[in-house]
T-cell receptor, first 117, second 112 residues
Framework: DTGVSQNPRHKITKRGQNVTFRCDPI?????LYWYRQTLGQGPEFLTYFQNEAQLEKSRLLSDRFSAERPKGSFSTLEIQRTEQGDSAMYLC???????????????FGSGTQLSVL | GESVGLHLPTLSVQEGDNSIINCAYS??????FIWYKQESGKGPQFIIDIRSNMDKRQGQRVTVLLNKTVKHLSLQIAATQPGDSAVYFC???????????FGTGTQLKVEL
């Protein structure tokens, strides 16, 4: 399978615990995105990387959230001191930016469903 | 701020009929539009996209229409099949980067 891969698929944690999710983008895709989706809503942008550089973060992203893409390949999203309001589907997407095209379609993974008890 | 909205939360169609899902966007600077299909427990799956320099684009059984004058986007699905049952999202972007803004989605139900 050469699509976007996310692990784990499901995570149940207690409030106050830290969690980390991993995303493996489509190989050779230089852009990687994190989105959050709650039930019945569309995905909300959190942050994105071009290669290893984090280029933009949403104002919705609190200080408890941190994302990394150290080698420009896979990425991790960590949530510290989880709260019940963090319960959501966390989606990763990737795209191949040519630098000349204004927009390119995003390919999404199946997401990590986080439940904070 | 930029927002993207859908007119109908649920659309029911008979198998074989054509489906039309509508979407309105608010930011006139948006220059890229895309439709995704999302099945339960899965991530959004790309259907079709269109840039602002076009007003129509066709794919396999799907057509996207863009009316920039009224900031309206629609997705037409021909000969709707049971496998088309899912939630459909429109999204828009502007400028460089791919920070897409998604709407809330329309649930398409195909009745046999």
């Amino acid at each position: 399978d050469t699509g976007v891969s996310q692990n784990p698929r499901h995570k149940i944690t207690k409030r106050g615990q830290n969690v980390t999710f991993r995303c493996d983008p489509i190989s050779e895709h230089n852009r990687l995105y994190w989105y959050r989706q709650t039930l019945g809503q569309g995905p909300e942008f959190l942050t994105y990387f071009q290669n290893e550089a984090q280029l933009e973060k949403s104002r919705l992203l609190s200080d408890r959230f941190s994302a990394e893409r150290p080698k420009g390949s896979f990425s991790t999203l960590e949530i510290q001191r989880t709260e019940q309001g963090d319960s959501a589907m966390y989606l990763c997407a990737s795209s191949a930016s040519t630098g000349k095209t204004t927009n390119e379609k995003l390919f999404f993974g199946s997401g990590t469903q986080l439940s904070v008890l | 701020g930029e927002s993207v909205g859908l007119h109908l939360p649920t659309l029911s169609v008979q198998e074989g009929d054509n489906s039309i899902i509508n979407c309105a966007y608010s930011n006139s600077a948006s220059d890229y539009f895309i439709w995704y299909k999302q099945e339960s427990g899965k991530g959004p799956q790309f259907i079709i996209d269109i840039r602002s320099n076009m007003d129509k684009r066709q794919g396999q059984r799907v057509t996207v229409l863009l009316n920039k004058t009224v900031k309206h986007l629609s997705l037409q699905i021909a000969a709707t099949q049971p496998g088309d049952s899912a939630v459909y999202f429109c999204a828009s972007g502007r400028g460089g980067g791919n920070k897409l803004t998604f709407g809330t989605g329309t649930q398409l139900k195909v009745e046999l």
